[in-house]
């Protein structure tokens, strides 16, 4: 990996404050963080654990902001944070012993996968919001498939738990965002350990990109609690889908 240059470090600390708004919006931050990361000539693994490094300060801004308007009572979650950490150990232990050659060519087609169910899915109609699932049954099943994304690659993992929190447990869209944060959280948390212990992760990056992790999660939360979050769907996709034009280009040599 080469040495970055100062600018490098100010665009990816605003890469980290967009990022930041998203995530906290509904999930999905990771999709533009990532390519950025692969961009800037990070290697998909050490792109991956830096990732969880900044999303983890993200996390944590949001979540104290929610937990101090009362919005939000980790007490009734601990199983799905159990079955979470479960299946993100899981897909983190797998991502580490794949040839970087490989992933650098599959991760394009995970992102236009994840861009496209974000663009595609239905929206959850108010009929459709009721509980299918008992909590217990929902964090076995949800919580160890979407750990093991988690581990595995991350971004939009937050959108997929806001879906799924909406249409099983039957949460409406300001709730589920919410309470998605300590189960990305605790799936992001447990992969970074696992990362580290790889030696996966870029220490300063991480920092630059948490500094804009922190404004924007702050900036998303306020979206969030005063019902403005629909207004970043659209440049979201604009965004990601340029970056995920991006990483075929570069990951085919096109």
Known sequence: MH?????TFFILAFVGLIAGI?????????LITVPALLAVGIPPAMTLGTNKFQGIVGEFTALWR??????LQISKMLCGL???AIGSTLGTWLVQIIDPDVLEKLIPFIM???????????KVRKQD?????????????LGLAIGFYNGFFGPGTGSFWVAALMFFLGLD???ASIEMKPLNLIGNVVSLVWFILGGHVVYLVGVVMGFGQVVGAQIGAYFVLSGGAKLIRPVF???????TVTLFLQGYKV
């Open 3 to 7: 040495e970055l240059s100062l600018m």
């Open 22 to 30: 998203i995530d906290t919006v509904g999930g999905g931050g990771g």
């Open 66 to 71: 929610f937990r101090s308007r009362g919005r």
């Open 82 to 84: 159990l079955y979470t």
């Open 112 to 122: 236009l996968i994840v861009l496209l169910y974000v663009i595609t899915s239905p």
């Open 129 to 141: 919001v009721k509980q299918r699932l008992t909590r217990n049954t929902f964090y076995l099943c």
């Open 173 to 175: 869209i300001q709730q």
């Open 237 to 243: 996709i604009i965004i990601v889908s340029v970056l």
